[in-house]
Nanobody, 124 residues
Framework: QVQLMESGGGSVQVGGSLTLSCAVS?????????MGWFRQAPGKEREGVAA???????SYEDSVKGRFTITQDNAKNSVSLQMYNLKPEDTGMYYC?????????????????WGQGTQVTVSS
């Protein structure tokens, strides 16, 4: 079992920055998980934004490449998403997610565990 809790959402203006954090609690601390961030805008389907494997390999959705950075701190059991140069289309509810295993791209990630989400709003 994995429990996830996000924090760090908020409202920013176009071009601003935010860092989202996800606290990870695992019933099996040494299990290997693929961690990711997803988002859902109003009226749209949830989409994968960024993922990081237990070996450090990362992948990003095309629209956030060069603007978002996903990192993990195994000692602190946390995963972060640094977001720069935010755009209105980045607005949405952001979810931390996890699944056991490894995947080469965020598109291949099919999470078993989800956090409750944190809202990000980018206004012009």
């Amino acid at each position: 079992q994995v429990q996830l809790m996000e924090s760090g959402g908020g409202s920013v203006q176009v071009g601003g920055s935010l860092t989202l954090s996800c606290a990870v609690s695992k019933s099996k601390p040494y299990s290997n998980y693929l961690m990711g961030w997803f988002r859902q805008a109003p009226g749209k389907e949830r989409e994968g934004v960024a993922a990081i494997n237990f070996d450090g390999r990362v992948s990003y959705e095309d629209s956030v490449k060069g603007r978002f950075t996903i990192t993990q701190d195994n000692a602190k059991n946390s995963v972060s998403l640094q977001m720069y140069n935010l755009k209105p289309e980045d607005t949405g509810m952001y979810y931390c997610a996890a699944v056991s295993g490894w995947a080469s791209t965020i598109d291949a990630m099919d999470p078993d565990y989800w956090g409750q989400g944190t809202q990000v709003t980018v206004s012009s």
